[in-house]
């Protein structure tokens, strides 16, 4: 039987965790916290990192620090997890869906200017399989006509995108705002577990009240006030030390998870490639701007039922793969509110795309099977 998702552990996590424990100090922004979010901001150049229970809340904490209000607009592609929209549907904005481009789900830039209203206040890509959005024209279009950029880097640690400026970036260190997932399907992980990477200064110290319940905690500890109390809007974003310890166990095994990640994703790619050019299906597909971090290989067949035959063909050996977004302007919750236009592509990768297995411990010979199921050999 081989699963679409395995979490992987490295072996040192419980280590952490009871290190944590016996410390005696288990809330939030402890020791673990701290060494994880020194850690992303030193290697990826982020600005302020903080750890969050989820990307969700990091996605919502965004929503809060862009003041975001009723009848304010938010664009997003329609192909994309719910939290992306739900995070602004929250604070009462509108979601403005936008098509994917014709070669990969990302967002198409070229449509932006279009949904721009005066209403519009923000611009969320989404970094799907980890492959960077078109982030030159995005962050011109947002500074053209004064919006504000969250990358949803929810699958997109360790990606980069290189601008026209010919310097490489790091995802998730581009726009204002920026959110990452450690959810046990992502390529690090602790079990639920995210970060809001802040890299427009004007929101870093809001951002750590809004993260500590609407109080200035934080600067009470580092000694900066005297008392600390309510002085925002706030919640409980912030994750104790017990899973800010998990994943500093994955951390320290990063650039290991990377590499045999990407020998996975290198062995599909070879192994279907042929297919490809028969016209069974396509592979993903990546621009010359961006890097590839191997979260996710998934293929885009012709049709629904080319994808239900693969499906049924992979199950029937115990192989499980699995298909992904549906459009949320079709969304049982959001389609009555939707007034645009059709999305083609949205909709043709909620039809058309399955993600193959993809985890760690996934073994040579699994890959081997799974292509020769899909070649039907
Ligand atoms: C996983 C994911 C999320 C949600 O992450 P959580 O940490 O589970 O809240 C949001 N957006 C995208 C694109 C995702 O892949």
């Given at each position: 039987m081989i699963h679409f998702n395995k979490p992987y552990l490295t072996g040192k996590e419980t280590q952490y965790i009871t290190d944590a424990v016996v410390s005696g100090?288990?809330?939030?922004?402890?020791k673990y916290t701290q060494l994880c979010q020194y850690f992303f901001e030193q290697k990826y150049s982020f600005g302020k990192c903080l750890l969050t229970t989820s990307c969700t809340d990091a996605l919502e904490m965004a929503a809060i620090l862009i003041n975001i209000k009723p009848e304010d607009e938010v664009i997003m592609p329609s192909y994309t997890f719910v939290s992306t929209a739900n995070a602004f549907v929250l604070r009462g904005a509108k979601i403005v869906f936008a098509d994917s481009n014709s070669e990969n789900p990302n967002i198409d830039s070229n449509l932006l200017e279009s949904l721009i209203t005066l209403k519009t206040k923000v611009i969320v890509p989404v970094h799907y399989a980890g492959i960077a959005c078109d982030m030159d024209s995005i962050m011109e279009i947002a500074k053209k006509y004064n919006l504000f950029v969250v990358e949803d880097a929810a699958q997109a640690i360790d990606s980069f995108y290189t601008g026209k400026d010919g310097i490489k970036r790091a995802l998730g260190s581009i726009g204002h705002l920026s959110a990452f997932s450690f959810h046990e399907t992502k390529n690090i992980i602790s079990g639920e577990g995210g970060m809001l990477v802040i890299n427009d200064k004007q929101f870093a110290s809001r951002a750590e009240i809004i993260w500590e319940k609407g109080t200035n905690r934080s600067a009470f500890f580092r000694g900066e006030v005297d008392k600390y109390g309510w002085i925002d809007i706030g919640s409980s974003f912030l994750p104790s030390e017990v899973i800010a310890a998990f994943l500093w166990a994955q951390i320290e095994y990063l650039d290991k998870i990377q590499k045999r990640r990407k020998q996975i994703w290198s062995q599909y790619n070879e192994g279907l490639k042929k297919n490809e050019k028969d016209g069974d299906f396509k592979l993903p597909q990546l621009p010359d701007y961006a890097t590839n971090n191997a979260h996710m290989f998934y293929l885009i067949f012709e049709s629904l039922e080319k994808r239900n035959e693969c499906i049924a063909r992979l199950k029937n050996k115990e192989i499980y793969p699995v298909f992904h977004y549906l459009s949320l302007h079709k969304s049982p919750f959001y389609s009555n509110q939707y007034s645009g236009e059709d999305l083609i592509f949205s909709d043709l990768y909620s039809d058309t795309l399955l993600r193959l297995p993809f985890y760690y411990e996934l073994s040579d010979d699994d890959i081997k099977l799974i292509i020769h199921t899909i070649k039907n050999e």
């Open positions: 100090k288990i809330s939030g922004n402890g």
